[in-house]
Each structure stands twice: as C-alpha cells, then as structure tokens.
C-alpha cells in the first residue's frame, strides 16, 4: 500500500491534517470521502484538486466516495464566500447531479473489488429528516460558541449571515456522522477553506456515537501570477464539452504558465514520481520546447474527453501554426472554430456578395480591410502569400457560397502569421 500522505506532501497537496490520520492510513484499508457542490450541471477544473485527491486516495488502496450534495446545495456553504448565494430547485439540483456523476466516473474506478469508489447523495438521508429531529439528533451535541469560532462563521458575522449558512457546518457534519456509522468511512477530506466544517464532523461523531473520524484537506492552489486557479479571460473551465470546448480545454493546460506546470503535473497527472521528475528535469533544460504543458494537457484532455477529441483539439491548435490542411479546417465544429479564431481580426459581411461570386481583391480590399489596398493585395497574392480556408490562391479566385466553412465562415491568412476570419451574414 502507496503511503497516500508522503505522496500528497511530495505533490504540495497538503495543507492540514488531523493527528493520527497518517497512522491510520498506514495501518488498515480507510474509506474517505470528499463533497462536491451540485450548483451548476458541471464540474470546472477548479475541482479537478478534489477529485485527484480522490484519485490518489484510491491508488494508494483505499476506498474513495464522492459524495455529491444534493441537500446542501439547497442550503449553501459559507465557506470561502461574501454572500448568500441563490438556492436550488429540486429539479435543477437532480439535473446537476447527474450531469457530475458522469464527469466523477471518468476519474474513479468503480469496479476495481473492496476499494471500488461509490458516489452517494446526501438527499437520501436528509429528505426524510424533519427540523424537530434534527435539532434534537444534532443540534444538541455542538455548541453555538463552537460554531462561531469557526473561521467560515467568523468572516460572515460583520455582515450578517442567514440562520441557514449558520446551520450549513451541522448539516455537513451530519453527513460525516451518517457515512461513518452507514459505511465505515473514518477519514473526511476536502479544499482548505472546509476544515472548519470537517472537524465539526468529527466532533460530532466523537460526541455523538463515541467514535473516532480524521480530517485532512488541501490547499487552494493559485497560479504563480496570484490569479484563482481554473479560470481563464473567458471565466470558469468546466469539464463539460457544452461548456468549454475540448479545444479551449487543451489550451487552458498547453498555455500554463512554467512555473505552475510542476505543480499541476504532480498534481493532475498519474504518471509516477521518477517519470514526473525526469519530465520536469527536462523541461527545465528546454523550457522553449513546453514538455511539461503537452504532457499535461494530452493527459488530462483525453482523460476527460476522450482520445478522439484529443487530437481534433490539437489538429484544431495546429491551424494557427500553418501546419493544418483546408481538410482539417472544415472538420472543425462552429464552437471550435470560433474558439480557434477568437483573438484575430474580424469582419461581417453580406451573404449576398456570393450570389455571383465577388473578386477576391474587391473582399479584401473593398468589402473588408484585411488589405489597405488592392495593390497591396495583388502584390501579395502574386508573391503566394495569401491563403482562403488554408489554401493557398491566385488573382482569379472569385469567393462563392461552396467557399463557407460551416456555410458561414471564411479563414484569410495573410503571410505566415495574420489570420482574419470573416463571417457572411
């Protein structure tokens, strides 16, 4: 059995942890677990920590379990936060749970024997539990002095802070409570910003059933640049391929910073520690050459999109580098496509110019500005530089409605490096 705490030192994945829990896990096969929050119908790479940890858990051999909060999505963690947030409908929150659950198998092995990984929902044991009973099984045993000495309450009070936030630690310390007396589980984990929450649990099985339960979480990770980890320009990365394309996916990780890139190896990827640390000695030698980042991102991309869409997202990387074939251009999907092209120069223009075809000088010095002349533009025709949909083009092209990509895009490249993509309308 891999020693799961010195391999989350080694990765940086420590941050606090319980006395005895070490020695715990060293001794016998431990259930863990970790809570995920179903408040949207994915799971952003932001989580992607928590759900590794889980990974490594079960590596080492013990038995991991998501637990995915149906009920306390309907209450909302203060942790971490500077509001309330809006609460949940039953229906959206069944929605997001099962969007979350196909996400988590693709990491866990759920069919691997005795340490096989379970999802659970705390709405199961919480839909039939009333508030009278509640607060005589649970509220009894924790006092209001040490729910207000949590760091998570503490932050919230100048404020103000609902009698429902307030509560959220108990429900979340029942949770520990019901796993440990319903499947064994000793060991709680989580992102830093839980361990108040957490040790309430385990407090609350100390003093409810006289039982013993460990705690131990994570840092947050942060990028070297002090921004929050899984966020780009554009706003959360989400493991959903509706939500982030496969393509922007792969260059969320093939665009990460060098520093960062040891970290988020040893974090993200399975490969073991002598083949992480031969590729970081490497990278260090010919940062240039970004080993670390395609490492990074082949892995993870086909992890969680699959071998295919791996290599449409590095096709798709390849057509900004000139390397790519009309071909392969107009395999790309409408999202993709945009994605590719979202930072060049942009121009609407009417579909009606195709009727009877338009001069390609006339677009691109008339219709549009790519060109600041048609001089400019037939001098550079004539030199072979100008290409239509990666396709190189002579002074006779006249654009029609066969020229669309998804029958509304055209992609000009201008030299080696300027691409403009124009969308008729």
């Not at 020695?23 to 431990?30: A, D, F, P, R």
């Not at 395609?294 to 791996?310: C, D, F």
């Not at 060049?344 to 075809?357: C, K, T």
């Amino acid at each position: 059995m891999k020693n799961f705490v010195e391999d989350l030192k080694w990765k940086g994945m420590l941050h606090d942890i319980m006395p005895g829990t070490e020695e715990l896990l060293n001794k016998e096969m431990v259930t863990g677990y970790i809570g995920f929050d179903p408040t949207a119908d994915s799971l952003g790479v932001g989580n992607l920590v928590q759900i590794m940890t889980l990974v490594h858990f079960q590596r080492a051999g013990h038995k991991p379990i998501a637990l995915v909060g149906g009920a306390t999505g309907m209450v909302g963690d203060p942790s971490g936060k500077s509001q309330e947030r809006n609460l949940l409908s039953e229906e959206v929150l069944q929605h997001n749970l099962a969007c979350q659950k196909a996400q988590l198998e693709k990491f866990l092995d759920f069919n691997c024997g005795e340490n096989s990984a379970e999802i659970v929902n705390n709405y199961d044991w919480f839909k039939d539990f009333t508030f009278l009973n509640f607060i005589r099984d649970v509220g009894k045993y924790i006092t209001v002095n040490y729910m207000l000495a949590k760091d998570s309450v503490k932050n919230r009070l100048e404020n103000g802070m609902s009698f429902t936030e307030f509560t959220y630690q108990l429900v979340q310390g029942y949770d520990f409570h019901h796993l440990h007396q319903n499947k064994g589980v000793k060991l709680q984990m989580g992102g830093s910003d839980q361990w108040g929450n957490i040790t309430t649990g385990t407090e609350l099985i100390r003093k409810k059933s006289g039982g013993e339960a460990f705690a131990l979480t994570t840092p947050l990770i942060k990028k070297a640049d002090g921004t929050k980890f899984g966020k780009s320009e554009k706003g959360n990365i989400w493991l959903s391929a509706e939500k982030t394309t496969p393509y922007e996916f792969y260059q969320f990780w093939l665009n990460a910073a060098d520093e960062d890139c040891e970290n988020f190896i040893k974090i993200f990827s399975l490969r073991e520690q002598d083949e992480i640390n031969s590729l970081i000695a490497e990278h260090r030698e010919a940062p240039h050459l970004r080993k670390l980042q395609k490492a990074l991102a082949e892995e993870i991309t086909e992890r969680v999109h699959s071998r295919k869409e791996l290599e449409k997202a590095q096709q798709a990387s390849d057509i900004l580098f000139g390397k790519a074939t009309e071909e392969v251009l107009r395999r790309l999907d409408g999202k993709t496509l945009l994605a590719v092209f979202a930072g060049v120069p942009q121009f609407e223009v009417s579909r009606s110019l195709l009727n009877n075809g338009i001069p390609i000088l006339e677009l691109l010095a008339g219709e549009t500005s790519v060109f600041s002349s048609k001089g400019e533009a037939r001098k550079m025709i004539q030199a072979n530089g100008v290409s239509i949909n990666k396709t190189k083009i002579s002074l006779d092209k006249q654009l029609e409605t066969d020229d669309l990509v998804k029958d509304r895009y055209v992609i000009v490249q201008k030299g080696k490096k300027n691409y403009f993509l124009l969308t008729f309308i």
